[in-house]
């Protein structure tokens, strides 16, 4: 056991002062691109050393690219088909 006692206090908030809808998907869509892009990295850096972690960072760019479509179909105005761009 390590004993001590955890702190129940909230650390700051990164506040971006930006509260519209659209702001707030826009900022999700750039941190989803920064996601997929470490996992890409990741999947450099094991590629051939380690099956599993190839195969975890093939996962997660998998899921981050999906989450790169939802929130880019979510920034389009409806009927628009070609992906949203800032």
Sequence with gaps: MLGGHPSLKIGALLETEKHDIGDILRESLEHEALTASVYHE?????EGKSVILEEYARGMIHLEEQHLDEVNK???KPGDLAPFEA
């Design 42 to 46: 990741l999947l450099g850096l094991v």
């Design 74 to 76: 979510m920034l389009r």
